[in-house]
């Protein structure tokens, strides 16, 4: 398929033959610059909407610029949503905490629709009380009603007051935090949940997920 540009009409067009038919994109001509534009190229500083306003393609660098604030989609064949962003993870428990002093908590995170990419470091310098299992916080969106616990991946930990033979972890159903578990270095029936006595204060962890937000 060929695309082109309608210097007479301001609107893009499409061909199968390149030239015997061209039919409309159906992009909208009312934001276009007006103006004779040298075969093949556009003016540098204009953006063009689809007709549904869903987005913007700015000429000068090709890139879709989607809402600050996304506009939800029924039709699943649509995006739309692109973020990316920061979020503060910190360390707690299913009971309740207080006290906990970090070296360092941060975490990035990429969304695409509904499946949220993130990575995360957490060092800490004192882990206060935490009561109930041990919980990462902060996640940037809270997780789908019926397609949560996704699977926590652990590159690097240390400071840990048990022997562990690997930790690991997941997002529940509707939260917004991961439930960290670990399984002892013989192995075992299943994981455990990790408690403030499997931790000491110098506790440091780098992670990843991905998960499917709810919204």
């Avoid at 309608?6 to 610059?33: C, M, R, Y």
């Avoid at 910190?90 to 499946?115: A, C, D, F, M, R």
Wanted: net charge neutral; hydrophobic share 35%.
């Amino acid at each position: 398929m060929w695309e082109r540009y309608n210097q007479t009409t301001h609107i893009f067009e499409k061909s199968v033959d390149n030239g015997g038919s061209w039919t409309p994109l159906g992009l909208s001509a009312a934001i276009i610059t007006e103006g004779t534009f040298p075969s093949g190229r556009l003016p540098a500083n204009v953006a063009y909407k689809d007709v549904d306003n869903n987005f913007t393609v700015a000429q000068s660098v090709p890139q879709i610029q989607f809402p600050a604030s996304p506009v939800p989609s029924t039709n699943v064949t649509n995006l739309d949503c692109y973020l990316e962003g920061t979020f503060t993870p910190t360390i707690g428990g299913s009971g309740g905490q207080s006290g906990q002093t970090y070296t360092y908590n941060t975490g990035i995170y990429t969304k695409v629709g509904n499946k949220v990419q993130l990575q995360g470091a957490i060092a800490m310098t004192a882990l206060g009380t935490i009561t109930g299992t041990i919980r990462i916080s902060g996640l940037p969106y809270v997780a789908h009603g019926s397609l949560g616990r996704a699977i926590l991946n652990v590159g690097y930990f240390t400071g840990s007051a048990i022997a562990i033979g690997s930790m690991s972890g997941y997002v529940p159903q509707s939260a917004s935090y991961i439930e960290l578990t670990y399984l002892p270095p013989a192995g075992g029936t299943g994981i455990s949940g990790l408690v403030q006595a499997s931790l000491s204060n110098t506790f440091t962890i780098i992670f990843s997920c991905s998960y499917i937000a709810g919204s």
